[in-house]
């Protein structure tokens, strides 16, 4: 029996990150429980994630998501910029989340390892 | 690696992102470079990510000339992670031709005077070599190049390089350009370290990495008064 996701197309246009790349998402969620300059989230990516973001790609998703305005820079602490997550950026985050929990459920069923 | 090699090799790197990335991220991209590298994390993987970065950037900043200096990242990147860097091995004689110069370059601080005179020598050039007290993120680097008066009537510039300095952007001078066939006088001024009592030639911002109170146990651990009293005793 073929199990798929529900329609979710109004989602799917809603999730600004489904696009922006892992590197994104990966901040997203390690600014979502305080500011972090670029040092910090590496390490705190590395510790979560198991993944070491080389800092050319980090500042590269950094700036992205500034534009989309996911996140704001804060003013510099000597040479480091922290960064928060901004509403905006909490909301794209939640929406992401929601969107890889379907896709989630869908895959561990179709592996009978049972729905999420 | 020394950690002067893989500093150079970084600062390359992040060079070869447009001016104003620079700007913005530079300092701060260099800092962490450094901190991933003292973590243990490989000095070329980091330079490597941030030429690509680069040429990333470049294509996004500069549409309508975005191929020449995204390839010429790119091909700094082949450069750095594929050759390491000739000009970067100090057992390499500091010297190299292109374009009708002669590039010396010091890629040993310590020897910068004997590097550059090998290079003059060869060449037959009329090149004199002094050192000069400086401040000690100067040492071993170009502070100055005096030309005769030949240079007006129509002898060829010669052409400071700026190469990356150790924790900085700004650059430092490095290596200099001499047009192959240049036959007028010049003397080239090395920092060296200054004795007490001795004025410095050059000097750079006392924060810069390298100088005394961005070292000295000051900044950043006492506050304003003390801070003011302990300079003044060192001055």
Sequence with gaps: ?116 | MSSYRYARMIEIAVRCYPQEWRDRHGDEAIELAELLVRDGGSAVLVAWSYLRGAAREQLVTRPSRRLRPALAALVIGATLIGVPLVLLDSSTPANAASSGEVIAVISNRSDAVGQLESVFRSHHFNIEVEEEPSSPSRVGSILAVKVGPEKAIGHAVLREIAGPCVGGVSGCIDAIAVPLHYTGKAQVFVGRRANPGERYFASVSVLCPGETWRHGGILGKTTVSPAQHLGAQRC
Excluded: C, N, W
């Excluded at chain 1, 590496?42 to 070491?52: C, M, P, Q, T, V």
């Excluded at chain 1, 534009?67 to 929406?95: K, V």
């Excluded at chain 1, 992401?96 to 592996?111: F, I, Q, Y």
């Design chain 1, 1 to 116: 029996m073929a199990v798929t996701g529900s329609g979710h197309d109004g989602e799917r246009e809603r999730d600004v990150l489904r696009r922006a790349g892992e590197a994104s998402v990966l901040i997203l969620t390690s600014l979502a429980d305080g500011p972090k300059h670029g040092y910090a989230l590496i390490s705190d990516i590395k510790e979560f994630s198991g993944l070491r973001l080389g800092p050319g790609t980090l500042y590269g998703a950094l700036d992205r998501l500034e534009s989309l305005g996911l996140i704001q820079a804060l003013p510099a602490e000597e040479r480091r910029h922290p960064y928060r997550i901004t509403f905006a950026g909490e909301i794209a985050l939640r929406d992401h989340l929601d969107s890889l929990e379907r896709v989630s459920a869908v895959g561990r069923l179709r592996l009978g390892l049972g729905g999420a």
